[in-house]
């Protein structure tokens, strides 16, 4: 591990340093939250989300990792490969843009340097899915906390072979037809339809992707990034170490889809893993009271699942 510093500074949260980190020619860079007392082995890592930078929708990152210095524990922002000031690299804009084994640099950066024994991955949307990939690859990860987390839709277009969706959940596809209907027997729709820039066989994987959600989980078309996804995120459970899964209450799609995947977490049925909903909240957590009721409870998650033991 190669990391270097330069200059830090230190306030009531803690010290804040930023680092590069080199790792199997890659360099990423970080930054670094110190608390002022530690009071635990646990270090959490930030993992970008889609293409925002380390400091995350909003500065959300940022807020967090204050809060969780605060609580005593030593967290680590990273721009992941592509993002920020790190390696550069081209990034498709789908959920599944960032590499999994980028991740192991920061981790192995807390690990190495900082004396943490436990890690914990972090991620808002795009972010929360290379968290999971990452933990599950890494048996230093003790848990996960996924922001907003998608678990099958995107863009209604999006193509198998991009990623990320391929198809959609059995709500989201049930409003979409639903949608659609009045649409395919009214021949102005169809005029407009045919005079744009979309042809016909776009418009025909779009109804197909939207009538694959209905069928059985088996029979969906699945980009390898989406089974990947699934792997990684039943093993992780399957594990028994602990998750959390936070929604907004606005993001219905986010909410329905997790509720259709994973039926005994979202009731509650579940010894480790937890899912909570923040009100005001949308992806996001854009409004800032939804921000700090997301953060705090994290928090307390933290010292409740992970800290405190």
Known sequence: MDASAV????????????????????????ILHLPAQRRSDVGIVFCSSGLQNRAGPHRMYVKAARHFSRL????????????????????????????PASVAGATSFLVETQGVKRLVLLGLCAGARVAIKAAARDPRAVGVIAWGLPIISGPVNMKVAKGGGAYMGKARARSQLREWAPKLVNPVA????????????????????????LLPERFRPKSSNQSDFFRSI??????????????????????????ERFPDIAASRSATCDLMVVPNGDHTFTRPSATDEAIERTGDWLLRRLVGS
Do not use: C
Not at 7 to 30: K, T
Not at 197 to 213: I, N, Q, Y
């Open 7 to 30: 200059a830090s500074s230190v306030n009531g949260d803690g010290e804040v340093r930023p680092v590069y980190i080199g790792r199997d020619g890659q360099r990423l860079f970080g």
């Open 72 to 99: 005593g524990i030593v967290s680590l922002r990273v721009d992941l490969p592509g993002v920020g000031d790190s390696d550069m690299r081209e990034l498709e804009q789908n959920f599944d843009s960032h590499d």
């Open 190 to 213: 169809w005029y407009r339809y045919l005079t744009s820039e979309k042809t016909v066989g776009e418009g025909a994987r779009m109804v197909g992707r939207a009538l694959s959600g």
């Open 234 to 259: 039943d093993a992780f459970i399957a594990s028994g170490r602990p998750m959390l899964f936070m929604y907004g209450d606005d993001d219905k799609i986010g909410r329905q889809e997790f509720g």
